[in-house]
């Protein structure tokens, strides 16, 4: 009787060992499933299995709409689209590396890389791939512009706003005025600053107050860590020596005014900027007070409260012992959730 029991305790035991040696089995076969990239993909011969083309005609980026560009190949490779204006400057570039441009890898929603903007009419789209180094083309018309949601303080298109205070000193060769002579990010004009002070560091302001806005002000929401400022700003090749101070005045009280003894002013300093245009982009809560360039305590209740801004104020300024200096300004715009995509 024993050993009729050890031998069913044997036989249960062996079962115990196949199954467990089947389930490992098993296990291993569903783990030699490859992942990632084939052999092929990487490394085969390169070939175009689906030519360059736009998924459509035309586009309306006033709709907000967008669209895609499309094309195959047999192995991964480096590519890189260039979108041009045929009758502008304006760039868009576009960069991967896949065996597929779909929408997914190759969308474009009407921004710019290379200023200026995008305007109504047809566009050459450019695709260059690194496995061969080959290069083919495709055409798209836009016939709708891309307008970024936000407030606009100024993109001086009408002009300067008689609601605006603008304020330039008695130097030599000053501006403080709309110019349209250089290639514009955004429509046709820009604010010029310029001008040589030898005798102080401010060369010229511009105060924008709410009411030029509208007329319940820049209406922005109250949470500061959901606002960016944006600004385009241009510097001339070879002047080096511009500082540009944005100053954010908040009516605390509501009185319908600031008032420096007691209410927050926070500000941002820009000084090196990049030769030509760029997008300058700060989120309101990371503004900070400043007096004479340095970091100091707000006067009013030191929270920031974009919801109670008052005025934004551009103080130019530079060294009057290095001479002459000049910025351009362009599409100053409050967004929410993300910078500026121009």
């Known amino acids: 009787m024993k050993r009729v029991l050890m031998n069913k305790n044997i036989s249960i035991a062996l079962g115990i060992i196949v199954l467990v040696a089947s389930s490992f089995l098993v296990g291993c076969e569903r783990n030699t499933e490859a992942e990632g990239p084939s052999l092929n993909d990487l490394y085969g011969d390169f070939t175009v299995l689906q030519d360059f083309e736009a998924n459509q005609e035309t586009v309306d980026f006033s709709s907000q709409e967008s669209m895609h560009f499309k094309a195959r190949f047999s192995t991964i490779t ?4 260039t979108i041009s204006s045929d009758n502008s400057d304006a760039i868009k570039i576009i960069e991967g590396r896949s065996n597929i441009l779909d929408e997914e890898t ?13 305007g109504i009419g047809s566009c050459t789209a450019e695709l260059w791939t690194e496995a061969d180094s080959s290069i083919q083309t495709t055409k798209v018309t836009v016939s709708g512009l891309r307008t970024p949601s936000g407030v606009v303080v100024a993109d001086f298109e009408n002009g300067i706003n008689p609601d605006w205070t603008v304020f330039a000193q008695s130097g030599a060769n000053m501006t403080f005025t709309i110019g349209n002579t250089e290639v514009v990010p955004q429509g046709d004009n820009y604010f010029d600053m310029g001008g040589a002070v030898d005798w102080d560091y401010l060369i010229g302001l511009v105060d924008f107050p709410g009411t030029s806005v509208g007329p319940n002000g820049f209406e922005l929401p109250s949470n500061p860590d959901n606002i960016y400022f944006n600004v385009a700003l241009y510097r001339p090749e070879g002047i080096t020596n511009g500082i540009v101070l944005f100053r954010f005045s908040e009516d605390e009280n509501g009185d319908g005014t600031f008032t420096e003894a007691n209410e927050d002013q926070y500000a941002v300093e820009l000084t090196d900027l990049e030769e030509g245009w760029q997008i300058v ?9 400043l007096e004479n360039g340095q970091p100091t305590t707000p006067k009013g209740n030191n929270q920031h409260n974009p919801d109670k801004l008052n005025m934004v104020s551009c103080l130019f300024l530079a060294n009057p012992a290095t001479g002459y200096s000049q910025t351009l300004m362009d599409y100053m715009i409050f967004t929410t959730d993300g910078p500026l995509k121009l």
Do not use: E
């Open 78 to 81: 480096s590519w890189r689209i």
């Open 281 to 289: 982009s700060v989120k309101y809560s990371d503004l900070v007070a």
């Open 106 to 118: 190759a969308s474009w929603d009407g921004t710019t890389t290379l200023f200026p903007t995008f």
